[in-house]
C-alpha cells in the first residue's frame, strides 16, 4: 500500500475532460498523492472498516474535495457503502467498469485518481484525522471565495445592496465554522476552526 504510483498520470486535478480539449498541460498534474491530504483521506477511507467508513461518508460531502475527480470517487465509495457493499480499491474499480464511469479519457482520470490514492498510504487508523484536514482546507477556500464575491460585489451590486450581501457572506461562514466544530467533535478530534487540520487525535471511533 505504500507503494509510490510510477509515471506522471493524467492531469486530473482539472475539471474531468473531454479528450477533444486538447493534451493535458504538465501544470495540472496531480501533487504526489503522498502529500496530498485528499488522496490520504480517500485511501484510509478505502482501507476503513465499515463501521468508521460509514461515519466519515455520513459526515463529509462531495464538495469537500477540491478535485472534481476525487469528489466522483468519493460519491462512488460513499454510494457502495450506502448500499452496504464492499468498498475496497477493488470493489470500487469494478464499480466504475459496472456504471460505465471507466471508459474514455474520463475513465482514465477515474481510474489512475483510484490508482493513486490506493496506494497513498493512508493509514485506515488516521482517517479521521485526515478527513478533519480535508473539510479544514475547504473551509479556508470558502474564506478565498467570500473575499472573491466580495470584491466582484463591490464593483458590480447596486451601493444598497452591499452591506446585505456582506452580511449573508458573514451568516455563511458563521454556518461553515460551525459546521467544522461539529465534524471536529464527531470524528474525535478537537475543534481547530482553519488550523489545517494539524492536530493529535488521528483516529475515529468504531460505531456500535
Excluded at 15 to 39: I, K
Excluded at 175 to 185: H, K, M, P, V
Amino acid at each position: 500500500m505504500s507503494a509510490a504510483p510510477s509515471g506522471p498520470g493524467p492531469g486530473y486535478g482539472e475539471v474531468l475532460d473531454d479528450p477533444a480539449e486538447g493534451p493535458v498541460d504538465a501544470g495540472d498534474l496531480l501533487d504526489d498523492p503522498r502529500t496530498d491530504a485528499e488522496a490520504l483521506c480517500l485511501c484510509s477511507l478505502l482501507w476503513s472498516s465499515s463501521p468508521v467508513a460509514r461515519t466519515i461518508t455520513d459526515t463529509l460531502t462531495q464538495y469537500d474535495f477540491e478535485r472534481p475527480v476525487y469528489r466522483e470517487l468519493f460519491e462512488l465509495i460513499a454510494a457502495q457503502i450506502e448500499a452496504g457493499k464492499p468498498h475496497d480499491p477493488a470493489s470500487i474499480a469494478a464499480a466504475l467498469t459496472q456504471t460505465g464511469r471507466a471508459a474514455g479519457h474520463r475513465g482514465t482520470q477515474l481510474s489512475r485518481a483510484l490508482s493513486d490514492a490506493t496506494m497513498a498510504g493512508g493509514a485506515p487508523e488516521a482517517a479521521g484525522h485526515y478527513a478533519i484536514t480535508v473539510v479544514c482546507a475547504a473551509y479556508r477556500r470558502g474564506f478565498h471565495a467570500a473575499a472573491d464575491s466580495l470584491t466582484e460585489a463591490a464593483e458590480q451590486l447596486p451601493q444598497d445592496q452591499l452591506f446585505e450581501h456582506l452580511l449573508s457572506i458573514g451568516r455563511a461562514q458563521r454556518t461553515a465554522t460551525q459546521r467544522l466544530a461539529d465534524i471536529s467533535s464527531t470524528l474525535g478530534q478537537p475543534p481547530t476552526a482553519g488550523a489545517g487540520g494539524n492536530t493529535e487525535t488521528d483516529t475515529v471511533k468504531e460505531q456500535p
